[in-house]
Each structure stands twice: as structure tokens, then as C-alpha cells.
């Protein structure tokens, strides 16, 4: 029998908001006829499908997808196993579309609502009588004109998910807003239009307002969640950005421009000063020192030589050299991380609405209390009146007003009051799971560290500190390396002598040979001194306590003579330790991952107190530390600030980046810390803490009239005038105990 060759599509889809909506877009491309595996990815929206080659009907899932409520658009890839990895970026994506649909229908909403609130709050005030002289008959059929294009324009997708989940037997947020919203609306049509059926009731009771008011907020926060999801993508655009558009090739001795796209494993490519690396590659010719930090994150650039390794993305300081290449596209580092970010995004659990889970148990009770109470008394009272009033009550006292309000007030607030402190906070997930955190997980370099090379101390013999630096100081001018920038930075400090260069030869990877004031002086590594004849002096070996830090030691002798070594090491963050402190105060485990050798990171850990680290580490070997502790089911949090560290950022539960980092970690990361200060990590999980207890609050608030009210309403002892008031009551209670967020001491 032949094997059936299977192959994946991309198929975006538009509408998903949630878990279970995920769920159910899975199970409906299940059921069409040839489809083998199906997997869907939330953060990008979209379909990975693989399916049987002589057995695949795209218009029959397209069915599907349609029927059980979302949107499916045309195909993005076919014949790829890598059909959603770094395809189509910067095309309009199907969460462009339905932030921007989303946004059109706020406004429109908030359009109309805006005279509804006018007329609903005016019509209590004598002077504006006397300046509308209509009657509240008059008064109500305008606000059910403006009412109307809410309900039938922006409102409708409410409406229509309602009714795909009454099909599908489930029950979500939708579900809440449409029945209370249309139990509102349809209760105030028919007062207005026939105030006869409601002979008891005021004619000015009507719940316009309500309706309005309420399809408004929800389609704000629809609108704010989108705009979020809507920049899933800008962490691969810009680390795609990283590379060249074009790169120049050596053909039969001639230089030729290539795109990028037409490189193959073999070229060779050379690079000029400050320009990116094209590909993966071996250095065959030349030298020079490479910016590395976007991908390593480590700050000192990296000295390269013959048969030294180069990657794609990055930039290339000085020299200019030939390379072999060995990997493009997707085999390349660069193209590895894409990769990761992008799985990682995709992996991402998404945390179910408390108010969702509520609302599959609530809605459907209600629902039945309230056909329960109308089938009583049209039996019991022989009068329609009578019970559709009872019925309406029931759905008035239960209109999840203040259920819609529990959760986007308390984020609305605790996101205001996290953004006072110059933390950014990029969607309500990660602000909710915040609180759970119990281990967080810190990049060194840029994060815990200042992320620049720093003279931390010079050692001298009986050399005259001044003059040595004096002597050194023109020679480091001259060079263009971070290390002699280092130097001279610190040398601005001081008031030196002016002595002239008289000769300079730079030995790549080892030191520098020049002659000041008629002295020959070296500078350079200890391999450099011992190829010269120069001993290291024991006396000039740093002392524990100093050498804690240093990363990189340079040596320096005059005439032969050792004279002096230099310490250049990134320095710790002077808040790095009160941030540290303040975690395991909270019982939080704190870990430092880093790429730097372990006796360096070892004692950065003892000075701040740092739990646990790892050294020594690789991009992908920090994404396997964050998914071991993962699979021991912590909630993670993940500090950083590097390219290395958005597949990181992306897999954590929580990823913060560090708001002077690259572009890739802010766009990945859940949180941003604009200032920098790591004590806002800490702050971060307090706001959190404070949002969520504030939330359950207002959901108890939300639901307490529910629970005393709807057996009354049943019961036929309240009206929906006292419903309503009950339903207002609930709100303004909620709000007011979100706003309390504001004057909380963080």
C-alpha cells in the first residue's frame, strides 16, 4: 500500500479572543474530511493544519470555521513545513483587521452613546426640561433611535457569538453582554412602543442607557486587548530586520551585491567596517572585532581572527575580513531565535476570564430562572403582563453591568498606577498571573549589570598612577576598541599630561605596540605580555575582593617593564540588590542566568543575593531553564533585556524587559520597566497582587444583588425599576472599589 503523503497549510483566523475559542476553531477543522493533525496558535491567530494531499476540502473548513463563529481567511503558505515561521511578515494580518474593525465599532458606538447619556442624566434635571420641553414618551423613542444603530451596528457581533454559543450549548463573556444588554434593550422597545403591556411601571424606566453604556466598555476593552495582540508579530519583524538586505559576494575575484535570499552555504562574503553580518560563517580572511550583544547580550564586543565562527545579525565594529558561509535563513543563530520566539509565543498558556468560567454556570441558570418564573405566573396569574414583567425583572436584576465592569476597572486603574511608575504593563494576562509568581529568572548583563565595560580599578607597582594613565592615554585614543574606550573614559576624570604618540601597531585579539615620549609601551592581555618577554608580577595580581567582577584584565608594561593592570568589568546596578532582597522577602526564588563564566557570575550572585545561577549559558540553553522550571509547575518570570533573551521574555509566564533593552525584548516582553530600576519588578507583582484582590472584590460586589435579588424578582417582589436600581447600585460599587487602587502605597 502507498504511504499518503500528508503536507501543512497556514490558514489565519480571525476572531479568536480566548482558550476556548482556540478549542473550538480545533475542533471544527478536526471534522473536515483529510485534515491529520491541527494545531492553532492564539498569539498569531493562526491554523497549522496538516493534511492528506487527495483528501483536502479548504471551502468545507472554511464552512466549519465559519459556522462555529469565526472568520477564516485565505491561505498563507502551502508545501512548507515552516508555513508559520517568519512568513508574510508585514502583510496586514488577521488581528490588523479586527483591531481596526474593533476600533470603528467603539467609536461608532461611543458616538451615539454619548447623547444617550445626555438625555438619560438630563431628563432629571428641571432647567433641562425647560430647555427640551418634551415628555418622557418623546424622550424615549429618541433614545431608542440612538439606541438602535449601537445595538444593531456595533453591538451585533455580541450577539451573533451569543447565538453560535447557543448552538454549541456553551456560554462565555459574549453570552453576558448579549443578555443583558438585549434583555435592557428589548424591555425598554417594548415600554416605549407599548407602555400599555406594563400598566404599573413609569414610562421613564427605561434602560437605554444601560445598553449603550455597556456595549461601549466592552468594545473598548475589545478594542485596547487587540491593539496588544496586534504587535504579537513585531518581535519577528524587527529581529528579521537584523539582517541586510543585501551582502556583497566574491565571484571569480569581483566583488558582486546579492539579496540576501540568493546567498548559498559556500560564499564568500566579505564585510566591510560597520556593516551587519549577511550570514552564518568562518572567517578565511582578516580580522576584526564584532558586536555580538543582540545576540549573546553580552557587552564587550568579541575580537575575531582566521577560523573564528561569525553570525548573521550582527555588526562588525572594525576591519574588514572574508567569511565562508556556512548557514542562511532559518539554519542561521538568528534564525534559530526567530524560531524560538515564535514557539515560545505560541505556547503560551492564556489564563480563562474568572468571569468566563463564571458566566458557562451563570448564564444558563439565569436564563432558566427567568422562563421558570414566567411560565409560574402566566399559570398562576393568567396574566402576560404580569409575568413578562417578573420574566424582564429577572433579567434586569441579573445584567452583568457590574460583572462587565469587575475586571477592565480594576486593569484600567492598576495599569494607570503601574504606568506612574514607569512600569509598562502590555496586556491584562500577564498583569493578572503577576501575583503568582514564584520564581523569577534574571538575565547579568544589561539587567542585574549596567551593560557597558567600566574601569573598576587599576593596580599599579611604584608607578605614579597619573602618569601611567597620562602615558597610556594618547595610545587609547587611537584605538577604536570598547575596551580603550573604557579607558579613555576614565581617564577624563583626572588632569593629565599631554604626551605625543610617536608609534602605533595594533596586534588584533592580543594588545597594542606604541612608543610615547621616546618609552615603548604595551597594552594588552597576559598572552600579549608573555609573548613579549614581560612577566606577570604577583604583586600585580588583583586581590579576591577586587576581582569579583573583572571580566576582562589589561596589562601594561614601559621599556620592558610591567608597570600597571587595568580591571574593565560591567558594573552592578546600585538597586540590583535592594531588587533582589525584596523578591526573597516575598518568598520569590530568584536565579541569574548568564553567558559569562561562572567565577564572574558566581560572585556578582554573593554580592546581591541571588539564590541560584547559571553560567555559562547559551541563547537556547536559558529557553531550556525557563521550560525545566516550567515542567515543575512554577510560575515563572523572566527579567532581561537582550535579542538572546525574547525566546525567553516570550515562553515565561511573565516576561519584563528592561526598558533600555533592544527593541526584540520590549516587544516581546509582557512588562517594561522604562526606568530600569529592578525594584519595579517587585512592584510589579504588588500592583498585581492588589489588581487581583481587587477584581475577586468587585466580582462578590457584582454578583451579591444578583444572589438576593433574582429569587425576588422571580418570586414577583421586585420590579424592574428596583431591579435596575439594584443593577446601578452593584456598578457604582464596583467602580468605586477599583478606584481605591489609586491611593494604594506601592
Known sequence: MNKISTKKISLPIEGMTCASCVARVEKAISNAPGVKNVSVNLANEKATIEFEETN??????????????YKILAPMSQDSDRSVVGLNIGKTTPTLSYESEVRKDFFISLLFTLPVLILSMGIMIPQFRNIIPLNDSQINKILLLLTIPIVFIPGKRFYKIFWKNTIHLTADMNSLVAIGTGSAFIYSLVLTLFPELFPHIHSSHVYFDSTAVIITLILMGKWLEARAKSRTNDAIKKLISLRPETATVIVDGNEVERKIDELQIGDMVIVKPGTKIPADGIIVNGFSVIDESMLTGESLPVEKILNDKVSGGTINQIGTFIFRITATGDNSVLGNI????????GSKATIQMLADKIASVFVPAVILVALSSFT???????????ALMNFVAVLIIACPCALGLATPTALIVGLGKAAQKGILIKNAESLELAHKVDVVLFDKTGTITEGTPQVIGIYTTNYDEKEMLSMINPVEKRSEHPVAKAIVSYAEKFNLKEYTLEEFESNTGFGIRAKVDGKEILIGNE?????????????????DEKNEVASTIIYVSSNGNLIANISIADKIKENSKNAIESLKKMNIKTVMLTGDNYNSAESIAKKIGIDEVKAELLPEDKLKIVDEYLNQNKIVAFVGDGINDAPSLAKAHVGIAIGNGTDVALETADIVLLNNDLMNVTKSILISKLVVRTIKQNLFWAFVYNIIGIPLAALGMLNPMIAALAMSFSSVSVVSNSLRLKRAKI
Do not use: C, H
Open 338 to 345: 526567530i524560531r524560538m520566539v515564535e514557539e515560545a509565543q
Open 56 to 69: 483536502f476540502d479548504f471551502v468545507k473548513i472554511k464552512e466549519l470555521v465559519e459556522d462555529a463563529g
Open 527 to 543: 598572552k600579549f605580555m608573555l609573548t613579549n618577554n614581560i612577566q606577570i608580577s604577583d604583586e600585580l595580581l588583583l586581590p
Open 376 to 386: 409560574f405566573w402566566i399559570f398562576y396569574s393568567n396574566n402576560f403582563s404580569v
